[in-house]
């Protein structure tokens, strides 16, 4: 039982390290602000709470567990939040190109 923990906490470290990868090349390579938001916030924060889960069950500690619980929800709760800003700060810069947005919900803020 213990070789199966082992091997699911290499699994979802492995794979939370590749979503970490593919968020820090998508900061690189997209060109607009909103694929970079894209990029910097879901597969970041979907790597992340892999980890944290896998050091959670390798640890086999529940005060390593209670400890990562509420890391996991400011993580949810600030990536969100401060893509939204950025966004939101990007478009009234004028850096996000207007034509390609389906709807312009902020045109009355401008």
């Not at 820090?24 to 889960?53: N, W």
């Not at 996991?72 to 700060?89: D, E, F, K, N, Y």
């Amino acid at each position: 039982m213990n070789e199966l923990r082992e091997i699911v906490v290499l699994v979802l470290i492995l794979i939370g390290a590749l979503l970490c990868l593919t968020a820090a090349i998508g900061l690189l390579r997209f060109r607009d602000v909103p694929t970079r938001l894209h990029a910097a916030t879901k597969p970041q924060v979907l790597g992340f709470l892999l980890i944290c889960i896998a050091v959670a069950i390798g640890l086999e500690s529940w005060a390593v567990a209670a400890f990562l619980v509420p890391v996991m929800l400011i993580q949810l709760a600030t990536a969100p939040l401060s893509a939204h800003m950025v966004g939101r700060q990007a478009y009234r810069n004028g850096t996000i190109d207007e034509r390609s947005l389906v709807i312009d919900e902020l045109a009355d803020d401008k």
